[in-house]
């Protein structure tokens, strides 16, 4: 079966650095991709790998590794406004995206 | 900016009563999709289109049919809901076929008593 797997709760402070980690058994894989969702909003578009290596928009970056089937959103300088659970999903050999069960951000100052 | 509408944000219903759930995206996008999200669970894909009047199932369709008679429009009804279809129902919509980059609506929370 397919499966992601993220962890379901972390806790970082107001300024430091977190890494959220994702690993992944998919059938095929045609990209990777993090979405942040604020308790009782819609979830937004983060970032998207296809190809090993890190993507680093501002603050946020994404790693993929396809070998290892493993990614991590890493959120520098946190800012209290970056709590919210943090989804990551994977489009399949049929383009279907499969999604993790988020990962619960708390930020404490 | 994309927007995409879901009709009411918050229902309470009764075991058998018919629910719609409405979504209207406002950027002409091809793909819409309706998911359900649970505590614990990943979001999952109950049924999607790519034009208008076409649809697919995902992988939980059963209790549910949509319709898209309208581009801009895909409808979620439940025939006769249950207590097990308590859930939040998130529609999305994506310009390309192959595409990842979805764009949700702020989702519908359904109690069924």
């Known amino acids: 079966g397919q499966n992601i797997d993220q962890p379901t709760e972390m806790t970082a402070t107001e300024g430091a650095i977190v890494q959220i980690n994702c690993t992944y058994q998919t059938s095929g894989f045609n990209g990777l991709f993090w979405y942040q969702q604020h308790a009782g909003e819609a979830p937004t578009f983060l970032s998207y790998?296809?190809l090993d290596g890190l993507e680093e928009k501002g603050r946020f970056s994404s790693f993929l590794s396809r070998s290892k089937g493993y990614s991590y959103l890493l959120l520098k300088e946190l800012q209290m406004k970056d709590s919210a659970s943090y989804l990551c999903?994977?489009?399949?050999?049929?383009?279907?995206?499969?999604w993790g069960a988020g990962t619960k951000l708390i930020i404490k100052p | 900016d994309v927007k995409v509408t879901q009709s009411s944000r918050y229902l309470v219903k009764r075991t058998g009563e018919k629910v719609f759930l409405e979504c209207v995206q406002d950027m002409d996008h091809e793909n819409m999709f309706w998911y359900r999200q649970d505590p614990g669970l990943g979001l999952r894909l109950i049924y999607f289109?790519?034009?208008?009047?076409?649809?697919e199932k995902g992988d939980i369709p059963e209790g549910y049919s949509v319709s898209r008679e309208k581009k801009e429009r895909f409808s979620l009804i439940l025939e006769s809901a249950s207590t097990n279809q308590t859930s939040m129902y998130l529609c999305?919509?994506?310009?390309?076929?192959?595409?990842?980059?979805?764009?949700f609506g702020e989702g519908s929370r359904l109690t069924v008593l």
């Open positions: 289109s790519y034009d208008v009047k076409m649809k």
């Open positions: 999305a919509s994506s310009l390309g076929t192959h595409t990842g980059e979805l764009f």
């Open positions: 790998n296809v």
């Open positions: 999903a994977v489009m399949d050999s049929n383009y279907q995206l499969i």
